[in-house]
């Protein structure tokens, strides 16, 4: 099981001092839904923000091609699970990797085993007894799976629940076992949790232990209400502080035909604001020199090895670092190293280049008081707004500041602000996270 730490449950921040309230009660880290990720080297989360479409099976890359026309940019695959029904012939490593290379982000959906009161009466269903062991099982074949077609660490999987009965006490235990299971090893093995759950079952009864130390808490929610609004809060049932930095998705309309560029496919509307695949990016080393790779963005990192001019470079995201040439990012490679944007056949030379991620780790926030985000990394920088508990810290670099309880690192998050790493679900409890990089 992953390795955690002992933290507040609850704080307080107030005029640019940071205060620790424990809650009468308080539980080890270890009992907490906030697990820890453990993101290896060669890793990077990846987010997505916009329409989408999810369909049975994957489509043929010419039809993704056609598509380009559409509003979609987001695809749902179907990457394994006992109760995947629809045969998947496109679904395969070369698919992936170019799909990616058209543009397109992918949902990674897994259909494992049922609730025993829902879904349908062929699927097979969730053993009660076994339920804990059976959602870390699914865990392992969902990473393999992904693995397999090219899915990288740090991406986020989705578990598949149908609708079910909420009367039944002992079936909806099961399911939230069976949750809590798939999003500790998920997190174990280095990858993100979502849930896919109807709005009117699974949904809610994630929503009501979100702060329960029984159960691990997954990173993302994607519901099902074909209601044919897009909106990703003011769900019923579920608070819009549950979930609430960049962990949610909902499928708002079923099955029907779209066309664009000429080619019909039957589909289900999705819209996103969430986790989903990492896949690596194929480029090319150019210059006339070998290109340098480092431990981290920035010339001041050590040489680990070196790329010669024209050999291929897979690129998983991109990060800030010191100047080079005419731009600040460096690419980080599928081996976990670093190499100035600069030497890569990435389109841009002086900022980001579609369609590469920044390169991201997210956590949940842990304290149920939530945390605030500062300015810099320091209790005296000014405040400048706060997480809840259970949103994603979207950590970009960490750096030593002022100290908060055990520890003086802070982390950068994607939007630029920061908070105390003590109060994030990450490894350490007192130093830096190996697999991010110094700011």
Aim: contains cysteine; aromatic residues 10%.
């Amino acid at each position: 099981m992953t390795r955690l730490r002992r933290r507040p449950l609850s704080m307080a921040l107030a005029g640019g001092a940071t205060t620790l309230t424990l809650l009468a009660g308080a539980t080890p880290a270890d009992a907490q839904p906030a697990t820890t990720v453990s993101y290896p080297a060669w890793s990077s989360a990846t987010r997505y923000v916009g329409g989408a479409l999810d369909t049975c099976t994957a489509p043929p890359l010419a039809s993704l091609q056609a598509w380009g026309a559409s509003p979609y940019r987001a695809v749902g695959v179907y990457v394994g699970g006992v109760n995947r029904t629809c045969s998947q012939p496109e679904l395969t490593r070369t698919w992936t990797a170019q799909a990616a290379a058209l543009g397109w982000s992918l949902l990674p959906v897994y259909k494992g085993l049922q609730p025993p009161c829902g879904g349908k009466a062929t699927d097979q269903k969730i053993i009660p007894a076994q339920a804990a062991g059976q959602g870390a099982a699914a865990a392992d074949d969902a990473a393999a799976q992904g693995k397999t077609l090219g899915m990288l660490h740090g991406s986020a999987f989705y578990n598949d629940i149908e609708n079910y009965s909420t009367t039944d006490a002992s079936c909806r235990t099961a399911v939230l076992t069976y949750l809590s299971g798939w999003t500790r090893e998920l997190h174990r093995l280095g990858y993100v949790s979502g849930v896919y759950a109807n709005l009117s079952s699974g949904a809610p009864d994630l929503s009501r232990v979100y702060a329960s130390a029984s159960y691990a808490r997954p990173d993302a929610l994607w519901i099902a209400r074909y209601d044919g609004s897009s909106a990703l809060a003011g769900w019923a049932g579920i608070p819009d502080q549950q979930w609430a930095a960049h962990q949610r998705a909902k499928q708002y309309r079923g099955g029907h035909d779209e066309t664009y560029g000429g080619v019909t496919i039957n589909i289900d509307n999705d819209n996103l604001d969430t986790p989903v695949a990492t896949l690596a990016h194929p480029y090319l080393a150019t210059g006339n020199n070998p290109l340098k790779s480092r431990t981290g963005p920035g010339t001041s990192y050590p040489v680990t090895g070196t790329h010669s001019p024209g050999s291929p470079v897979g690129v998983l995201c991109q990060a800030h670092g010191s100047q080079f040439g005419t731009t600040p990012v460096w690419d980080r490679l599928t081996d976990g190293t670093f190499v100035t944007d600069y030497r890569v056949s990435t389109p841009s030379k002086t900022g980001y280049s579609a369609p590469l991620p920044r390169c991201t780790y997210p956590y949940q926030v842990m304290p149920a008081g939530g945390v605030k985000e500062h300015t810099g990394p320091g209790a005296s920088y000014p405040a400048a707004g706060a997480l809840p508990a259970g949103a994603l810290g979207w950590v970009t670099c960490q750096q030593a500041g002022s100290k908060t309880g055990t520890s003086p690192v802070w982390d950068k998050l994607r939007d630029g602000h920061w908070v105390p790493d003590y109060y994030l679900a990450t490894p350490g409890t007192t130093t830096y996270t190996t697999s991010v990089p110094r700011c």
